[in-house]
């Protein structure tokens, strides 16, 4: 079978890396609906809040560079299925969708991302 070409995964990095970018970064500035969500709807710390919003923030920034990609693709894995988790406890079904489609991107990116 025929491996898909260098352009696929770059989009996958780039769509994952601006999307945890955004999320990470909305999260840090603390947007009031964002802390709305996370303590009322969700019923999680406020720090929580903040650590996660770090971790998506890394993963982003991770996930540009060669050396660190399969890593940084592995984290947002886990990083996901917390996120789906959340969502579904939470009640918010539908949502679910846009962890799992970054999950699946970071799948194939550490797949196809060599090791360094």
Same mark, same amino acid.
């Given at each position: 079978?025929r491996?898909?070409?260098k352009?696929?995964?770059?989009a996958?990095?780039a ?7 955004h999320?990470g970064?909305?999260k840090?500035?603390?947007?009031e609906?964002? +802390?709305?969500?996370f303590?009322?709807? *969700?019923?999680?710390? %406020?720090?929580?809040?903040?650590? !996660?919003g770090?971790?998506?923030l #890394?993963t982003?920034?991770l996930?540009l560079p ?6 940084a693709a592995?984290?947002? +894995?886990?990083l996901?299925?917390w996120a *789906?988790t959340?969502v %579904?406890?939470?009640?918010?079904g !539908?949502?679910?969708?846009?962890p #799992?489609a ?7 990116i550490?797949?196809?991302?060599t090791?360094?």
């Amino acid at each position: 079978m025929r491996s898909p070409p260098k352009s696929a995964l770059w989009a996958a990095v780039a769509l994952v890396s601006l999307s945890n970018l955004h999320a990470g970064g909305s999260k840090l500035i603390a947007q009031e609906w964002m +802390v709305n969500e996370f303590v009322t709807i *969700m019923r999680l710390p %406020l720090w929580m809040m903040y650590f !996660i919003g770090m971790a998506q923030l #890394l993963t982003g920034l991770l996930l540009l560079p060669g050396k660190t990609r399969r890593q940084a693709a592995f984290a947002n +894995v886990l990083l996901c299925c917390w996120a *789906m988790t959340s969502v %579904l406890v939470s009640g918010m079904g !539908i949502f679910v969708l846009i962890p #799992l489609a970054s999950m699946l991107l970071s799948v194939f990116i550490y797949f196809k991302s060599t090791a360094k």
